[in-house]
């Protein structure tokens, strides 16, 4: 089954305690993606891969860090958590770059950080 | 820079009532269109899209036309039902950029 799997589903962590939440894809997709989920703010790109070992800032990228070693793996990393990072996230592929391209979405990290 | 206006939810219908959730765009030059729909629990998921003016783009009954003289998408559906609940995104890709730029979304609960 073609999907996006992301690891945890939930989180809850403390201030500056370093995690990653896995992103995985099964489509051979080259392009990659990560958005926050806020409320009355829809969804917000932090960071975006065109392909392995090519990566991108997009609006919201301060306090994240994305790498791309593999073309089906696509982690995020918090190295020093912060309250206002408390949201749903979403990891997205698609075959390549946005436009006219269909994003397959994963089921979503909800983290909170106290 | 690009932007995307929804209208606010939630929006709440009767089931077989008439649904329109209105989008308009700001876009340099000619964006790619998109509705994607997020369940309960789920993640986004692509309802419909449409890549140049005047194209419909349709599925599981819903229908959105992209209409550049106003800067529109609207989505509308003839007769929603209860399974329809969900929250209803707009979206459009820039061609300079590549990203995909979301509004804000609308909640849909339709009752019985």
């Known amino acids: 089954e073609a999907q996006v799997t992301q690891n945890p589903r939930y989180l809850i962590t403390v201030t500056g305690k370093k995690l990653t939440v896995t992103c995985s894809q099964n489509m051979n997709h080259e392009y990659m993606s990560w958005y926050r989920q806020d409320p009355g703010l829809g969804l917000r790109q932090i960071y975006y891969?065109?392909?392995?070992?090519?990566?991108d800032k997009g609006d919201v990228p301060e306090g994240y860090k994305v790498s791309r070693k593999e073309k089906r793996n696509f982690p995020l990393i918090l190295e020093s958590p912060s309250p206002n990072q408390t949201s749903l996230y979403f990891c997205?592929?698609?075959?390549?770059?946005?436009?006219?391209?269909?994003?397959?979405f994963g089921p979503g990290t909800r983290l909170t950080v106290t | 820079g690009d932007s995307v206006t929804q209208m606010e939810g939630p929006v709440t219908l009767s089931e077989e009532a008439f649904l329109t959730i209105n989008c308009t765009y700001t876009a340099t030059g000619y964006p790619s269109l998109f509705w994607y729909v997020q369940y309960p629990g789920e993640g986004l998921q692509l309802l419909l899209k449409a890549t140049k003016a005047d194209d419909k783009g349709s599925n599981k009954g819903f229908e959105a036309t992209y209409r550049k003289e106003t800067t529109s998408f609207h989505l509308e559906k003839g007769s929603v039902q209860v399974s329809d609940s969900a929250v209803y995104f707009c979206?459009?890709?820039?061609?300079?950029?590549?990203?995909?730029?979301f509004g804000t979304g609308t909640r849909l609960q339709v009752f019985p």
């Open positions: 891969s065109m392909n392995v070992e090519v990566t």
């Open positions: 979206a459009l890709s820039d061609r300079n950029t590549d990203k995909l730029i």
């Open positions: 997205a592929s698609s075959l390549a770059g946005t436009l006219g391209y269909e994003q397959y």
